[in-house]
């Protein structure tokens, strides 16, 4: 039993290379691409996958769509982003897991790699993302500039082999871009979320659940002053990010100007909706 990939694309010519050369394995690799200006139709096709193009709205929508209308050879899809690199380690034991009927999904953890370092403490690993499922049991929702899977947590397996995040990939210029586009979606979940949640999970701030813990202290920073500071000092400090040397510092750094980036809209929001109510 082998599993089909789903890719989403937008320019990620700098990546595909080396993507490609990490799935040599794989004999089903779908494509969604968000009309590329660049050559990565070709080289995706150059590389024997299927290439399908919708215009982009967000992650959730784009992979439901791939599940909801094209057909993939296996029943097991693995999702990624053309920055991230499949380890044969992590392969491997892909292979094992998914010969169990017990889950539906499973989550994988992901290594930041940042000017070649691992970010093993600023990037507060592991970090775990549902990435691996049956293609009739799962669908995502939008949640900020995310998703978040519609599966029970009982249903959800947990691999611990990462896969790398070569996030910055295409430099610097690239992640402010995306971070600008990302601190919107932020902002409108925020201002949503302290408005349709009437109190705060405090009990799931320490629950053992990783993804139920981070979820509920997710919320519970919306309500926090000085947001950026507290995830500078959070990160860099609590969670030992100083240990990864300067990539550790600027790093930390960069995460604290992002929350920044969210919260100015935050308030320039709250502004607009406040005065158009006036």
């Known amino acids: 039993m082998t599993v089909s990939v789903l890719l989403l694309t937008l320019n990620e010519e700098v990546n595909l290379p080396s993507f490609f050369k990490s799935l040599n394995w794989c004999d089903d690799i779908v494509v969604i691409d968000s009309f590329s200006s660049d050559n990565t139709v070709n080289l995706a ?70 000017f070649g370092k691992w970010l093993r403490y600023a990037a507060t690993y592991p970090v775990f993302q549902v990435r691996l499922a049956r293609r009739k049991k799962l669908r995502f929702k939008k949640y900020g500039h995310g998703q978040r899977e519609n599966l029970p947590t009982k249903k959800i397996g947990t691999i611990m082999e990462p896969y790398l995040h070569y996030t910055f990939s295409k430099g610097f210029k690239d992640w402010f871009d995306k971070h600008n586009r990302y601190s919107t979606d932020e902002a409108i979940a925020t201002l949503s979320a302290k408005s349709s949640v009437s109190s705060i999970d405090l009990i799931g701030c320490f629950s053992l659940d990783q993804t139920k813990r981070r979820r509920a202290l997710k919320l519970l920073s919306f309500y926090l002053p000085f947001r950026p500071s507290l995830r500078f000092i959070y990160m860099y400090f609590f969670c030992l990010g100083f240990l990864d040397g300067y990539e550790g510092l600027l790093y930390c750094r960069l995460l604290a100007y992002y929350e920044k980036m969210i919260i100015l809209k935050v308030r320039m929001m709250s502004y607009v909706n406040k005065k158009d109510h006036d």
């Open 45 to 114: 096709k150059q590389n024997n996958a299927k290439v399908y193009q919708r215009k982009f709205d967000n992650f959730a929508d784009q992979r439901n769509y791939a599940l909801e209308n094209i057909s993939f050879k296996y029943d097991w899809i693995l999702h990624l982003d053309a920055d991230e690199i499949i380890t044969p380690e992590l392969y491997a034991e892909i292979k094992r897991e998914i010969n169990s009927e017990q889950y539906d999904a499973f989550k994988i953890p992901s290594k930041i790699m940042f």
